[in-house]
């Protein structure tokens, strides 16, 4: 099992940046994949970013490219996401997620909240 947990979440103004935490726990070295996902309320749940480990790759949601960036810490037990000129629409609840196999989630954080506005 993996536990992850987010952080850094809060109210910003538009055009602020923030960054996004994610730490995971449990048995780290099954991890193949880690993302960022996002749900605004009526909204369906968005993939916003995620790291495949075994290709060593990237992807952005065109929705975000740009403006977001996801990185690891050496040990990649932590992923972040940076956050910038974010809007209004960015509003939403952020989940980090992890899985054994790329494209596969097999585990969810409790999100961490984001709202933007002035």
């Known amino acids: 099992q993996v536990q992850l947990t987010e952080s850094g979440g809060g109210l910003v103004q538009p055009g602020d940046s923030l960054r996004l935490s994610c730490t995971a726990s449990g048995r780290t070295n099954t991890i193949a994949v880690m993302g960022w996902h996002r749900q605004a309320p009526g909204k369906e749940r968005e993939s916003l970013a995620s790291i495949n480990f075994i290709g060593d790759t990237t992807y952005y949601a065109p929705s975000v490219q740009g403006r977001v960036a996801i990185s690891t810490n050496n040990a990649k037990n932590t992923l972040y996401l940076e956050l910038n000129s974010l809007k209004p629409e960015d509003a939403a609840m952020y989940y980090c997620?992890?899985?054994?196999?790329?494209?596969?989630?097999?585990?969810w954080g409790q999100g961490t909240q984001v709202a933007v506005s002035s």
């Open positions: 997620a992890a899985g054994d196999s790329p494209g596969h989630y097999n585990y």
